[in-house]
C-alpha cells in the first residue's frame, strides 16, 4: 500500500505564495495520476488539480486556474502544488491523492492545513 504525506502548509497573508509537496512512500510499484484536493470548514471537498502519471497534462479547477501550478517528480515518488496569488477563499485543508489501481483516487494523505489571511 501507498502512504502520502502532504507538507508545506501555513498561514500566509492574501497574495503571498505557498509551496505544497506530497511524497510517497510504501509498496510503490510505478507512477501514477495524483491530485490535490481541499476542503474547508462546512463545506464539500473539492478537487483543485490533477496531473496525470507521466507528469504532464495538467488540469486545474476554474478556482484555481492561473495561479496555482500543479508539478510531479516521478523519479523521487514527489508532486508539488505551487500556490500563489492567494485568497482568503483559498483556505482549506489540502489533501493529494493517488490513483494506484486506474480505478479512482485510492490512496490519500491526512493533509496540510492552509490559512490566508486577509
Known amino acids: 500500500q501507498v502512504q502520502l504525506a502532504e507538507s508545506g502548509g501555513g498561514l500566509v497573508q492574501a497574495g503571498g505564495s505557498l509551496r505544497l509537496s506530497c511524497a510517497a512512500s510504501?509498496?510503490?510499484?510505478?507512477?501514477?495520476?495524483v491530485a490535490w484536493f481541499r476542503q474547508a470548514p462546512g463545506k464539500e471537498r473539492e478537487l483543485v488539480a490533477t496531473?496525470?502519471?507521466?507528469?504532464?497534462?495538467?488540469w486545474y479547477s476554474h478556482s484555481v486556474k492561473g495561479r496555482f501550478t500543479i508539478s510531479g517528480d516521478n523519479a523521487n515518488h514527489a508532486w508539488y502544488l505551487q500556490m500563489s496569488s492567494l485568497k482568503p477563499e483559498d483556505t482549506a485543508r489540502y489533501y493529494c491523492?493517488?490513483?494506484?489501481?486506474?480505478?479512482?483516487?485510492?490512496?490519500w494523505g491526512q493533509g496540510t492545513q492552509v490559512t490566508v489571511s486577509s
Open positions: 491523492a493517488a490513483n494506484t489501481y486506474g480505478v479512482g483516487y485510492d490512496s
Open positions: 510504501g509498496r510503490i510499484f510505478s507512477s501514477y495520476d
Open positions: 496531473i496525470n502519471w507521466v507528469g504532464s497534462d495538467p
